[in-house]
């Protein structure tokens, strides 16, 4: 008998610590508030005054929304497809390459696992190398050296999820757009703060009432980090509340989890990912 109601008390502790360990993983979770905050495009970007890589890439980029390539690498990420693996070759300047700067820290833009690249853009930087028969390299940086790399000429094309803006504009060139985005927030799941919002507007509002103890997390300079702080060129006028910058969207959220931010902003669909993934 003692054995069995041993038994039986080590189940129901088990069954607790389980359930203490569910509750956990649930107050970890995140949501994005699904509303708009910006209007952007995404570009590639070639060094200011390339018009032969330029037209190359416009030429090809209409190529492959013409024939379907574009949408099927689409659905890979945002779809029921498979994403593909891009392996970087090695620099050498005696080979004939493309030199693509990017940052992978933005899924589903671009992403490591391992020593595999995967992302919509990367995808489509390893078809536009084969198609010119060139070798592709991959120099993965810090997001704020992506363009001044190829402004440069350290590389040739730049592939980040780059908004295009005046600003960027005085380094390098974009090609013609093929990513409609914008800025969403990311919060904690329990967080009700936005709940009711229904427009950007009913979002700034709350926003524009918080001081300096209201806490937000961006990836430095991306369009999120000019939003939040303020940037005449991107004719953002900011906000009062703190702003930290982190190498990428994720370790923001990380620093929310752990309660040192009360939100972060980010470009909707690697938020989304960022939801998806974390929740689990």
């Known amino acids: 008998m003692k054995k069995i109601i041993s038994f039986a008390l080590a189940c129901v502790m088990l069954l607790s610590v389980g359930v203490m360990l569910v509750s956990c993983n649930q107050d970890q979770n995140i949501k994005v ?18 018009a032969e890589l330029l037209a190359s890439l416009n030429a090809f980029l209409a190529t492959i929304k013409d024939n379907g390539k574009f949408d099927e690498v689409v659905n890979k990420y945002f779809g029921d497809g498979t994403p593909t693996a891009v392996v970087s070759a090695t620099k050498d300047s005696t080979k004939d390459q493309i030199v693509v700067a990017t940052n992978a820290a933005f899924a589903p833009f671009e992403y490591k696992e391992g020593n595999n690249y995967y992302g919509v853009d990367m995808e489509i930087m390893k078809m536009y190398a084969d198609s010119v028969n060139k070798e592709l390299v991959i120099d993965n940086m810090d997001f704020d050296a992506v363009c001044t790399s190829v402004g440069q000429g350290k590389c040739d094309i730049a592939a980040a999820g780059l908004t295009v803006n005046e600003k960027r504009k005085e380094i390098v060139d974009f090609t013609e757009s093929y990513y409609d985005a914008s800025q969403m927030i990311i919060v904690m799941e329990n967080d009700t703060t936005f709940d009711a919002c229904k427009t950007a507007e009913d979002i700034e509002k709350i926003l524009n009432s918080y001081e300096t103890e209201i806490k937000c997390g961006v990836q430095g300079g991306t369009t999120g980090a000019f939003y939040a702080k303020g940037d005449e060129d991107w004719g953002f006028d900011g906000f009062k509340f703190s702003t930290k910058d982190y190498p990428n969207a994720g370790l923001a959220v990380k620093d929310m989890q752990n309660g040192n931010l009360n939100f972060v902003i980010v470009d909707e669909a690697p938020a989304k990912r960022l939801v998806e993934t974390i929740n689990g």
Do not use: H, P, R
Not at 33 to 50: H, M, P, S, W
């Open 33 to 50: 508030i699904n509303i708009k905050l910006t209007d952007e495009q995404y570009a590639y970007a070639v060094k200011k005054g390339d």
